[in-house]
């Protein structure tokens, strides 16, 4: 049996240049493994709790050196001499130390720095890659592991970009049937298609926090009609080879009951926003459509999916964060189809394998997310693997934390096509 003898945090950067948390838990007094923590721009309402020190001394309040003390200080000595393997056990020690609700106590940050670390510990004990360590553990997907889909992030508009939009993610979703690699050189192709259609029409850009460009446009469906424009000018077909997809984010512009974009001067309300999809839908055939609606209304929820929900995966990402009441809740509803499932949103790896398990128990599509915060470090890859997700959401193909995550799927992927070597004979 594996040891940890060693549990040491510090505090580190994000690629906001934010603080974030990270972990090196030390196995047997010799091997070390290390997990960072990622963190949202534009979270959930029912997230678990970020411990922040709120000091406007230092880094406007975002340090995180109260969560680093309660890994070093309080969770270190609770879990010396554990089992690594003992992933369900040794989160739940965390969650009990914690004791609250929403894991305000210790911080999520806090705790999932450490679940994370204790999850590449336990694969490391038993020298096999995290998403075949997940896969054997947990057999959520088929053997071997069917490849997830990349989705990505494209254009950032809301709270991720500094152009005008307000939808926050638009994405283009190559077809199920490509390898990874093939899906990956097309959103690659893709991306740059926009960067020359977006340079022809003069359209200010920069990129956004998760690299998709920001640019300021008339209003929303604008931006898909300038990604269908990227797609024509590359060998692959829209609807055939490269789908549409949007991640919404509803919440940040749902104001005294009303939808508030650019795309019309009055509010919607929210039946003629739901109207307003059903229009969006027969002209773009959305593939994915995330967060339609504000986080908390799960009636209009249950009405969208009705309205759409067998042509289109609608998928709950701050409607249920990675929650598991509010899962089985949408489950019971019928609220979506799909799940976004973001580990730090509920604080502790094998919760979070929980929630997967429970939403592919119901048939639901998952979708294995990065946040707009991320490190190099590169977890969420073979965590999407090795819990056998249908899609994979890291953002745009650019910036070196979001390509730290596309490098490691190709690693997976490659080794999961080799051909076992032939025996050398010496004929
Ligand atoms: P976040 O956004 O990581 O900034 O919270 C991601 C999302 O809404 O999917
Ligand atoms: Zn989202």
């Known amino acids: 049996m594996a040891q940890i003898t060693q549990t040491l945090a510090k505090e580190i950067l994000d690629s906001r240049g934010i603080p974030t948390i990270e972990t090196t838990l030390t196995i047997d007094n010799e091997r070390k493994v290390t997990a960072s923590v990622p963190a949202g721009t534009s979270t959930g309402t029912h997230e678990a709790v970020e411990l922040r020190d709120n000091d406007q001394n230092r880094f406007y309040g975002k340090g995180v050196l109260k969560a680093v003390a309660n890994v070093n200080a309080v969770i270190g000595p609770a879990i010396l001499g554990k089992d690594p393997t003992r992933q369900t056990d040794v989160d739940q020690i965390l969650v009990n130390l914690d004791g609250s609700l929403n894991k305000s106590r210790l911080g999520a940050n806090a705790i999932l720095s450490v679940s994370t670390a204790l999850c590449k510990a336990g694969a490391l004990a038993y020298n096999l890659p995290v998403y075949k360590y997940l896969f ?48 990956l050189q097309t959103g690659v192709e893709v991306y740059h298609a926009i960067d020359q259609v977006l340079t022809k029409h003069g ?41 549409l997809g949007l991640d919404v984010a509803a919440s940040n512009f749902y104001k005294g009951g009303k939808y ?36 908390d209304d799960w009636g209009s929820w249950t009405t969208l999916t009705k309205e759409i929900g067998t042509s289109t995966v609608v998928i709950g990402d701050d409607l249920l964060t990675t929650n598991k009441e509010r899962t089985l809740k949408g489950i019971a509803e019928k609220c979506c189809t799909g799940i976004l499932a973001k580990p730090n949103q509920i604080g502790t790896i094998s919760q979070a394998i929980e929630v997967i398990t429970i939403a592919k128990n119901a048939g639901w599509q998952v979708v294995v997310s990065h946040r707009s915060g991320e490190t190099n470090d590169d977890f ?48």
């Open 203 to 243: 359209a200010i850009h920069s990129v956004g926090i998760e690299g998709g460009f920001a640019p300021n446009l008339y209003n929303n469906s604008d931006a898909l009609e300038l990604i269908l424009e990227a797609i024509r000018t590359t060998k692959y077909k829209y609807g055939e080879d490269v789908f």
């Open 260 to 295: 508030q974009i650019k795309d019309r001067k009055e509010p919607f309300s929210t039946k003629e926003f739901i109207d307003y999809y059903k229009g969006l839908n027969d002209q773009y055939h959305l593939y994915t459509l995330e967060d339609p609606l504000f986080e």
């Open 136 to 183: 054997a553990k947990y057999r959520l997907a088929k053997d071997p592991p069917t490849f997830p889909t990349p989705t990505f992030n494209v254009i950032n508009g809301g709270k991720h970009g500094a152009g005008n939009l307000d939808f926050q993610e638009f994405h283009i979703i190559p077809s199920t049937r490509m390898s990874y690699s093939q899906a």
């Open 380 to 427: 969420i890859a073979d965590f999407a693997v090795g819990v056998g997700a249908h899609y994979t959401k890291f953002g745009a193909p650019a910036r070196g934390e979001r390509i730290a995550k596309y490098n490691r799927l190709l690693d997976i992927e490659s080794e999961l096509t080799a051909k076992p070597q032939a025996p050398q004979t010496n004929a």
